[in-house]
């Protein structure tokens, strides 16, 4: 009772708490790390179970307060050099703690990460709760000894012991999940650890490193990290304000090696290539990027659209049908622009084998407009109402700049399905490519892998689109542009527009 209205015991008894604390913090930092060995649902038991016996381990060397005094007489003497009991526990602590903090950082550094169902069980188990009364043990000395040096009341050694634990028990969950959920922590504390372990060796080998030096290191790293994970959620606090689809969409090219420029191939590309096939790897590109493409850059161009006049004789309708592969067509009158409606082939064989009136018929199913403005993402539920029907695409001036379909659509993703009249839009040869002036620039990037010098920001859709954008001006057969380690030459031109383009890639004169 005298102890209770004692001040002087009230301040010791507070001192010791904040000292025991203190001088714990390493060891629960030892027990985060430790602990994470274990299966998820043991860590927390672990955790608790390991800090209890060591609150046990040390009011047990409080009891024996007069034998842990007698462990700082020296045990063997010459000359200068004393080596004591206590020496040895913390020489012998010290070495366990830096070999276990280097296996540690090893993992860590190596990429080597803990599987859970691994073969862990209850040995497992209680090997980490033995690691952790160990290590609490040689750590307790100092804390014990200190105590001894402060107080003389056994009753307020204990309580401090007891308090400061149930403090260190409770703040050790979060203590953990923080250390574990940030890797350069857990390395940065391992790293505290190899510190400690030194400075454990020294004080047994008679070389005292002041803790206030200790402590003083470990305040400035733990600034630095301070200010590295602030930087770290601000980064993200930025990177969260972009779509959610664009930078999932970056991360998984980024992976599949699909969109690197030509100086930061390397490993990267060569890992990606063992584990996507060429195929593969322009499927998921087109599936990802298919958001921020425009209508126009995977559309049925105008001049490729093949159309029906209705003001034709129904012979000369008959021969273009039979003649041409497709089995949708737009019925228009005289022009494209003035269209009627959009009709199936089979239909429109039976209504001219039935002499019948083209123009009315074709009204029965208007075409469905879509403005070019709008992204191939708000197309694909207008396709599905379509039934199958091609859309017609029209510029601000009702001016018909092509159509798409469902096989347009998956042209972006798979790569092209060209018909019996078409030939394929780009094209090996030796050593370079034969790519037509009308092929999407997107799927020019996606074969030649390499899109650092295509400005996103343009209005172009097409490789013809591209160099004019680049040469300003209508260019001539056998022109030869190189741009960005790429080598470009015209082999065809029809009515003033590029028809024809062979790519070549150029060596990087960078490279070795």
Same mark, same amino acid.
């Given at each position: 009772?005298?102890?209770?209205?004692?001040?002087?015991?009230?301040?010791?008894?507070?001192?010791?708490?904040?000292?025991?604390?203190?001088?714990?913090?390493?060891?629960?930092?030892?027990?985060?790390?430790?602990?994470?060995?274990?299966?998820?649902?043991?860590?927390?038991?672990?955790?608790?179970?390991?800090?209890?016996?060591?609150?046990?381990?040390? /009011?047990?060397?409080?009891?024996?307060?007069?034998?842990?005094?007698?462990?700082?007489? $020296?045990?063997?003497?010459?000359?200068? =050099?004393?080596?004591?009991?206590?020496? &040895?526990?913390?020489? &012998?602590?010290? *070495?366990?703690?830096?070999?276990?903090?280097?296996?540690?950082?090893?993992?860590?550094?190596?990429?080597?990460?803990?599987?859970?169902?691994?073969?862990?069980?209850?040995?497992?188990?209680?090997?980490?709760?033995?690691?952790?009364?160990?290590?609490?043990?040689?750590?307790?000395?100092?804390?014990?000894?200190?105590?001894?040096?402060?107080?003389?009341?056994?009753?307020?050694?204990?309580?401090?012991?007891?308090?400061?634990?149930?403090?260190?028990?409770?703040?050790?969950?979060?203590?953990?999940?923080?250390?574990?959920?940030?890797?350069? !922590?857990?390395?940065?504390?391992?790293?505290?650890?190899?510190?400690?372990? !030194?400075?454990?060796?020294?004080?047994?080998?008679?070389?005292?490193?002041?803790?206030?030096? &200790?402590?003083?290191?470990?305040?400035?790293?733990?600034?630095?990290?301070?200010?590295?994970? *602030?930087?770290?959620?601000?980064?993200?606090?930025?990177?969260?304000?972009?779509?959610?689809?664009?930078?999932?969409?970056?991360?998984?090219?980024?992976?599949?090696?699909?969109?690197?420029?030509?100086?930061?191939?390397?490993?990267?590309?060569?890992?990606?290539?063992?584990?996507?096939?060429?195929?593969?790897?322009?499927?998921?590109?087109?599936?990802?990027?298919?958001?921020?493409?425009?209508?126009?850059?995977?559309?049925?161009?105008?001049?490729?659209?093949?159309?029906?006049?209705?003001?034709?004789?129904?012979?000369?309708?008959?021969?273009?049908?039979?003649?041409? $592969?497709?089995?949708?067509?737009?019925?228009?009158?005289?022009?494209?622009?003035?269209?009627?409606?959009?009709?199936?082939?089979?239909?429109?064989?039976?209504?001219?084998?039935?002499?019948?009136?083209?123009?009315?018929?074709?009204?029965?199913?208007?075409?469905?407009? &879509? $403005?070019?403005?709008?992204?191939?993402?708000?197309?694909?539920?207008?396709?599905?109402?379509?039934?199958?029907?091609?859309?017609?695409?029209?510029?601000?001036?009702?001016?018909?700049?092509?159509?798409?379909?469902?096989?347009? !659509?998956?042209?972006?993703?798979?790569?092209?399905?060209?018909?019996?009249?078409?030939?394929?839009?780009?094209?090996?040869?030796?050593?370079?490519?034969? !790519?037509?002036?009308?092929?999407?620039?997107?799927?020019?990037?996606?074969?030649?892998?390499?899109?650092?010098?295509?400005?996103?920001?343009?209005?172009?859709?097409?490789?013809?689109? =591209? /160099?004019?954008?680049?040469?300003?001006?209508?260019?001539?057969?056998?022109?030869?542009?190189?741009?960005?380690?790429?080598?470009?030459?015209?082999?065809?031109?029809?009515?003033?527009?590029?028809?024809?383009?062979?790519?070549?890639?150029?060596?990087? $004169?960078?490279?070795?």
């Amino acid at each position: 009772m005298e102890l209770l209205l004692d001040p002087s015991a009230w301040a010791g008894l507070i001192t010791l708490i904040v000292l025991e604390i203190v001088l714990g913090i390493d060891n629960l930092v030892f027990v985060a790390i430790i602990a994470d060995k274990l299966p998820f649902h043991q860590r927390d038991k672990a955790r608790v179970v390991g800090l209890v016996l060591a609150m046990v381990t040390r /009011l047990g060397l409080l009891s024996i307060i007069s034998w842990i005094v007698t462990l700082t007489k $020296p045990l063997v003497q010459y000359g200068g =050099f004393t080596l004591s009991v206590r020496d &040895v526990i913390l020489i &012998v602590g010290g *070495v366990f703690l830096l070999f276990k903090a280097t296996m540690e950082l090893h993992e860590r550094l190596e990429g080597h990460e803990h599987q859970e169902n691994q073969g862990k069980g209850d040995a497992k188990f209680w090997i980490v709760i033995a690691q952790i009364i160990v290590l609490d043990a040689v750590f307790s000395l100092d804390s014990v000894i200190t105590a001894v040096g402060m107080v003389d009341e056994l009753a307020i050694m204990a309580s401090a012991v007891i308090i400061s634990m149930m403090i260190m028990i409770y703040a050790s969950k979060s203590l953990t999940k923080f250390v574990i959920a940030h890797p350069t !922590v857990v390395v940065l504390c391992l790293s505290f650890l190899m510190m400690i372990g !030194v400075s454990l060796v020294a004080d047994g080998l008679g070389f005292h490193i002041p803790k206030g030096y &200790v402590y003083a290191a470990i305040s400035f790293s733990l600034l630095i990290e301070f200010f590295n994970q *602030v930087a770290r959620r601000n980064f993200l606090k930025n990177q969260s304000k972009r779509p959610f689809r664009d930078r999932t969409a970056e991360k998984i090219l980024s992976l599949i090696g699909s969109n690197h420029s030509e100086k930061s191939k390397g490993a990267t590309e060569q890992a990606s290539q063992e584990s996507f096939a060429e195929e593969e790897r322009y499927m998921i590109n087109g599936v990802l990027t298919l958001a921020s493409r425009s209508l126009r850059s995977i559309m049925t161009p105008r001049i490729e659209v093949s159309w029906i006049d209705c003001e034709d004789s129904l012979e000369e309708i008959k021969t273009h049908i039979m003649e041409t $592969p497709h089995n949708i067509f737009p019925i228009c009158r005289g022009e494209l622009d003035r269209i009627i409606g959009v009709v199936r082939a089979k239909d429109l064989l039976m209504v001219v084998n039935d002499k019948g009136d083209i123009a009315d018929f074709a009204s029965k199913y208007p075409p469905i407009i &879509v $403005p070019d403005m709008i992204d191939v993402i708000n197309l694909l539920p207008i396709l599905k109402k379509a039934k199958g029907r091609l859309v017609v695409i029209v510029n601000e001036f009702d001016t018909v700049q092509g159509i798409a379909t469902p096989v347009d !659509v998956l042209e972006a993703i798979a790569g092209e399905f060209p018909d019996e009249d078409e030939t394929s839009k780009i094209s090996k040869d030796g050593d370079g490519w034969l !790519v037509k002036g009308a092929t999407d620039i997107h799927s020019v990037m996606m074969t030649l892998n390499c899109d650092a010098f295509f400005d996103h920001d343009e209005e172009y859709v097409s490789l013809a689109g =591209f /160099l004019f954008a680049h040469y300003k001006r209508i260019l001539k057969v056998g022109e030869v542009i190189e741009i960005n380690q790429l080598r470009f030459e015209v082999l065809e031109v029809k009515d003033y527009r590029i028809d024809l383009v062979r790519i070549t890639k150029l060596e990087d $004169p960078h490279q070795e």
